[in-house]
Every structure is written in C-alpha cells, then in structure tokens.
T-cell receptor
Framework: QKEVEQNSGPLSVPEGAIASLNCTYS??????FFWYRQYSGKSPELIMS????GDKEDGRFTAQLNKASQYVSLLIRDSQPSDSATYLC??????????FGKGTRLHILP | EADIYQTPRYLVIGTGKKITLECSQT?????MYWYQQDPGMELHLIHY???????EKGDLSSESTVSRIRTEHFPLTLESARPSHTSQYLC???????????????FGSGTQLSVL
C-alpha cells in the first residue's frame, strides 16, 4: 500500500465550478499534511498546509482533514483556467519524511 | 520568493561518467531534500538531510550519494551514470533557524538529466 494515494485523473471541471481533490494516507501517526500545485515543466509550490481535523480556508482554497478516516481533501471554489495543473498531496510521516502522492491532474474547462 | 538554486538546469551525458548536481539555498534552512520525478509521475524522496553532516536515504533506492558539509549546500553525485538514471532531480529545503516548525518546502528549478 502506497503511503499517499491520489486519483491521477484527469479531473475536468467547468470554469466557475468547485473542484474537489482527494487524498488518503496510510501512516496513522502522520501529523502534517500539505497540498502542492505543479504546473507542467515547473517545480511544485505550496498551496495549503493543515494540521488539525476540520477545514482550513485560504481565499478560494479550502483544505479538509479527517484523521480518523486518514483522508485529506482540497476544494477550489470558482475554478479558473489558471488552476489547471497537477495537485500533489504530501504527508509528513512518522520518520519525519515528507512523502508525496502521484498527483491529480486538474483541467478547468473554459 | 525561493532562494534555492540548482545547476545545471539540463545535463546530457554519456554512460559511465561521474556527475554532480548542485543545490544551494540562502534561506538558512536546516532541512534539505532530493526528489526524483519522471514525467507525469510522483516525486520520490531519494535523500534528505537535517543539518550539517546529517544525511539519510529516502524511500526510493538510489545509486546516488549526497553530502552536507555546509548548511547551504547539498550536492548529489552519481559515480557512474546509466540510462536508468535519466530523470528530473528536484532539490528542496525547509525550516529556517528562526522557525524550525515551518515545514513549507521550497523547491529549486530542477535538473533534467539525460544519460545516453
């Protein structure tokens, strides 16, 4: 079982709609969770970090964490064409390593 | 924003050559990482360091080696390059001395290595 699992997509969402990205992790001890965005040919950049159960909002982005279900999600409201990218879920595991999922490709349809 | 630099940006080299990929950061970060990423695939952690003279292997087995003699410098070396080493190598750092709890990874631009 991979430590961090994501559906690779592509996920197609109409412009202006809500994009919902999901991630599960295997290490129950994990305490830190991250969402990175990676444009084609570019390096990843951090969008959100979340450490406690519940929701965390930052502008159009909301991260949700459910430690009991070992589940992290990212919601993007009012999706824009510029949001088209690969979204990487990352988890800091019990060995203090930051492990990435394979990413979900998001395509916003104009 | 990110003051982390990787050189070279692209490298094409023949089989059997020794290569060193350079990574330097000026943010005073203690933690540094090397990830390997093939096109459309996930980032695999191959090496990490928590500070000077500290290096650990990551989850993906790699024939490369690293050193951390100075805080700002974390080079990766392949003693004998092979075609199977062709990939993108991304260096990252996190955790300044002033805020060790800051876990945000800052990535360099990457080195695209092609071994012929």
């Amino acid at each position: 079982q991979k430590e961090v699992e994501q559906n690779s997509g592509p996920l197609s969402v109409p412009e202006g709609a809500i994009a919902s990205l999901n991630c599960t992790y295997s290490d129950r001890v994990s305490q830190s969770f991250f969402w990175y965005r990676q444009y084609s040919g570019k390096s990843p950049e951090l969008i959100m970090s979340i450490y406690s159960n519940g929701d965390k909002e930052d502008g159009r982005f909301t991260a949700q964490l459910n430690k009991a279900s070992q589940y992290v999600s990212l919601l993007i409201r009012d999706s824009q064409p510029s949001d088209s990218a690969t979204y990487l879920c990352a988890v800091r595991n019990r060995d203090d390593k930051i492990i990435f999922g394979k990413g979900t490709r998001l395509h916003i349809l104009p | 924003e990110a003051d982390i630099y990787q050189t070279p940006r692209y490298l094409v080299i023949g089989t059997g050559k020794k290569i060193t990929l350079e990574c330097s950061q000026t943010m005073g970060h203690d933690k540094m990482y090397w990830y390997q990423q093939d096109p459309g695939m996930e980032l695999h952690l191959i090496h990490y360091s928590y500070g000077v003279n500290s290096t650990e292997k990551g989850d993906l087995s790699s024939e490369s080696t690293v050193s951390r003699i100075r805080t700002e410098h974390f080079p990766l070396t392949l003693e004998s390059a092979r075609p199977s080493h062709t990939s993108q190598y991304l260096c990252a750092s996190s955790g300044s001395r002033q805020d060790a709890t800051n876990e945000k990874l800052f990535f360099g631009s990457g080195t695209q290595l092609s071994v012929l």
